[in-house]
């Protein structure tokens, strides 16, 4: 492996030259500037960044801990992180749970050790002992999508519980009367508010939510079907879909049993689908400002880092409802 002697032997200084190079400090004449970043190049030389932590108490490095990287809201989320923490000279390093707390916590002791600066965290349960093993080391946090209750932490997140009540009284504007909920996690703040905002617009239009007609589950393709299936019974005549993903699988259940959509069921959906996804109808959505999203929770971690005892602060988005193709009024009684 290429040392900082290595450079310095190659460019012709001192090593106390190099290190003033690379780590920008202290006067260098141009001319030795360029002779040692030159020979850096050459050999491909890369700084012990964790040597250079004990030093410094930093390592430029933060950790987006996602649910799910294959879902585009996350990865356009991951975009928006690293476009904020590269301009302010941070490296990310990127990890997914696939919404297993075991795996989140295996994760975290690995950044632990790692001893990055801070973490970017969608918690896969309500469960803040991740978050607490965090903060007990002095490492910043912001929690993006979900809330955890009782823990004093920065918050980034779309408005979830608005979304779900512009789409599901859109339905009700319709003339839909037997709306069905598939949900995420019931334990995760995010399913909570969606269906907050779901029975909100029902009582708005006079009508009694259905249990029957509510189902829990996970964020996942494979849930979305499962959840559909066993709600076929029910005859609803609209969907709710919490997330893209359920919404996925769901689609698929409906057009096996030959139904059609708006025609026979209509079809809304919490952020948008991937076009692998579906063709046909193009879907009713509420969208979440993604991309703004990243930017905001990564420009609010690097803050907590600069200024750890600010008190904690929740950054709620505004969504944005797309009417497509994907919803009609329901037809007529058989």
Not at 101 to 108: D, N, R, S, T, V
Not at 122 to 130: E, I
Not at 219 to 242: E, K, Q
Request: proline share 7%.
């Amino acid at each position: 492996m290429t040392t900082i002697r290595d450079v310095a032997k190659r460019a012709g200084v001192a090593p106390i030259t190099v290190s003033r190079v690379l780590n920008n400090a202290g006067y260098v004449r141009p001319e030795t500037r360029q002779r040692v970043e030159q020979a850096a190049a050459e050999l491909h030389y890369v700084p012990n960044m964790l040597a250079h932590s004990f030093r410094s108490h930093r390592t430029n490095t933060l950790a987006l801990v996602v649910t799910d990287i294959t879902n585009p809201f996350w990865t356009t989320v991951a975009r928006g992180v690293e476009d904020v923490a590269s301009a302010a000279g941070f490296s990310v390093f990127f990890c997914n749970t696939d919404e297993n707390e075991a795996k989140q916590g295996q994760y975290i002791a690995a950044l632990l050790r790692r001893r990055v600066d801070g973490v970017l965290l969608a918690p896969a349960s309500s469960n803040g002992a991740d978050v607490h093993a965090l903060q007990r080391q002095r490492v910043g946090v912001v929690v993006l999508d979900r809330r955890i209750e009782g823990v004093a932490v920065d918050i980034v997140r779309g408005d979830s519980v608005d979304g779900a009540f512009q789409l599901v009284h859109h339905l009700t504007g319709l003339g839909h009367r037997r709306i069905a909920l598939l949900a995420g996690p019931a334990g995760l703040s995010v399913s909570q508010e969606r269906a907050a905002g779901y029975e909100q617009a029902l009582r708005a239009a006079g009508l009694t939510p259905e249990p029957a007609l509510l189902r829990f589950g996970a964020f996942t393709v494979a849930s979305g079907y499962a959840m559909m299936r066993d709600l076929l019974a029910h005859r609803p005549t609209a969907i709710f879909a919490a997330n893209n993903f359920i919404a996925a699988g769901a689609l698929t259940v409906i057009r096996e049993a030959g139904l059609r959509t708006p025609e026979d069921i209509s079809v809304v959906v919490f952020d948008d689908l991937p076009d692998p996804y579906v063709t046909a109808p193009v879907l009713t959505v509420v969208v979440q400002p993604a991309y703004a999203l990243g930017r905001a929770a990564a420009a609010r971690l690097l803050t907590r880092l600069q200024q750890p005892d600010l008190p904690p602060h929740e950054l709620v988005l505004p969504v944005q409802m797309i009417v497509r193709s994907s919803t009609a009024a329901p037809p007529p009684p058989a």
